[in-house]
């Protein structure tokens, strides 16, 4: 254990001191080698700003405060704009001022992926970098897009949460989704079924799928009566915040709490007080600090010319490594993250 | 005219006056102390952002002159969006017969709310509080949460294509003559002089042989018409028609109303302030945006002055009144007191 520590301690001090060198190289201004992680290095004092679909939202503002942590740490000027309501075209004003501004990076989650398009366009004339996380835009109007997460990532963590949670008996689980024609919920829900056919999960059954149009007295109910008709029901998966707060609401006051497990895609507020219950062991979605520090290094190595967002470009994201750009100018976050009892404290969002 | 009227008359028209002065006054201190509102891009954004709230405030002045009020505006704009792109959908291709269908649409939308004011003697506030959500909801009736986005590029250029030589956007010109139809009804007309007596004292107006209902009526119609061509301007400058397409923007043509010196009892107001208020709250937005101010103090700063806008005009007036009793009641009173 002991060991351990004092090897992290080496690999850090090695990691300074290859900092250093770099910063020493920088200062000197002698153009610095390709390395693992691409070509150049970040310019310093590069203006990176943030924004979100709303100011003033809890989700966007840990995402930001990633974003700043990113900014500080190559040594740029973090900025954060927005509008206060998330009304379509809101951000556009926004864009053009940053674009007056001479930003260098503007990392945006789009309310609109159509109506900012012309004055993302005109801010990347204009020598800015466009960098989307959260909610992509159409692709011919920014340079990379920071994907949270992928439909197979999704799918395969829920699918072994809810198994996680039932134990090794298996037995029956249910959907309970958002609308019945939500285009990203079907994706999900078909590679679940897809993730069900593997063997590690063959004593799990799915019975049903409802939906609740990720409205909360609806879930709510649609809960209730999911209960009511499949009265063997070991567990419930619900891949959207709605359905997820309202199913374990019903729950934690019924008589199925604890018996019945539940798991889903929520975020750690909505969910903190029905994981302290008991009545949930873990739940998913991403990190969304680390979206917003991701997003900060990639617009980094954009606007510093260590990459152009040609599929298979590297980058180095401090803290979390690195990262290649896939195809359609994208740069996966990676797996979902888990939020349990342990580290739920630790957000707020 | 009364004495009274012709006193709030002056003090109106130095509202329009103040407004001017803070314009100019903001205009030049941004461009001497904030990096960017002096460049031509500016001046671009700021017209691009004020078109659409100017073409639906110039109806929106005469209603609230009369002592009513349209809230549905922004709904009729978010209608005419999806509107307009089904129509695109479905292969209407030709721009003027889409302005067309929408110009009517919105003339329809409007007649129904001055049906519902005129004919059954509703408060405009209440009935178009119930259309705003009506009309909006009918927005999504039509898309849903689907949107319209691929328009020719010819089309969706036309819409911000700067006049030649400049960066501002050519539609400044149509709402430029609109602005002076309006104007020319509002101050230069029996109609106009109507309108401000229905605002001041309907019941008067009336007997006076003015045509209440009527007015009223086309004054909703115009509305709602004004709405839709914001709207269709709406969907070219964002190539974007989503149902829920400027959601709340009836609080911001209220606001540049209001700050203009329209007052909200009716009766008093000139096109001018209004104009000019438009402009103003899009330069100091904009100009402030653009001095990194942070976007909670921009809300407040907007807050503020639209409270100085109620109490502002009103005060003047109050000035004016005390000056003009001191001058005739002491008029051998020191300059100093």
Redesign the interface.
Known sequence: MRAGTTQVRLLALAAMAALALATAACAEDTPAGPGPGGTGAMKSGLKIAFLPKQ??NPYFTTSDNGGKAAVEEFGGKY?E?????S???AQ???I??L???KTDVIVVSAN???????ALNEARQAGAKVVTFDSDTNASCRDLFINQATAEGIAKIQIKLISQAIGADGGEIAILSATANATNQNAWIEMMKAELTKPEYAKLKLVDTVYGDDKDEKSFTETQALLAKHPSLKGIISPTTVGVAAAARYLSGSTFKGKVQLTGLGTPNQMRSFVKDGTVKAFALWNPADLGYLAAYAGGALASGMITGKEGDKFKAGKLGEFTVGKDATVLLGDPFTFTASNIEQFNF | MSDRAIRARGALGSWSAVMLVALVAVAVVGSLTI??VA?P??WR?VTL?AIPIALIALPMTLIVITGEIDLSVASVLGLTCTVVGQLWVWGVSSLPALIAISLLMGAVLGAVNGLFVTGFGLPSLAVTIGTLALYRGLAYVVLGDR?V?NYPVAW?TSA?KPLPGTTIPWVILVVAALAVIFAVVLHATPIGRGLYAMGNNAEAARFAGVNVRQAKFWLFVASGAMSALAGVF?TL????A?A?????LELAVVAAVLLGGVSIFGGRGALLGVLASVCLLGVL??AL??A?V???TL?VITGSLLIASVVGPNVVGMLRERLRRRRSNAPTVSPSS
Not at chain 1, 81 to 85: H, L, V
Not at chain 1, 112 to 118: V, W
Not at chain 2, 237 to 240: K, P, T, V
């Open positions: 100011v003033n900025t704009t927005g509008p206060s309501e009304s379509p075209s556009v004003s926004y053009n001022t674009s007056q501004q609109d992926k159509d109506a900012i398009c012309g | 990096d960017g460049s891009r500016f954004f952002e949107a986005a969706t911000i709406w400058r964002f190539a974007s989503r829920d397409n400027g959601t709340g937005r904009n945006q653009l990194y942070p976007e909670n809300t």
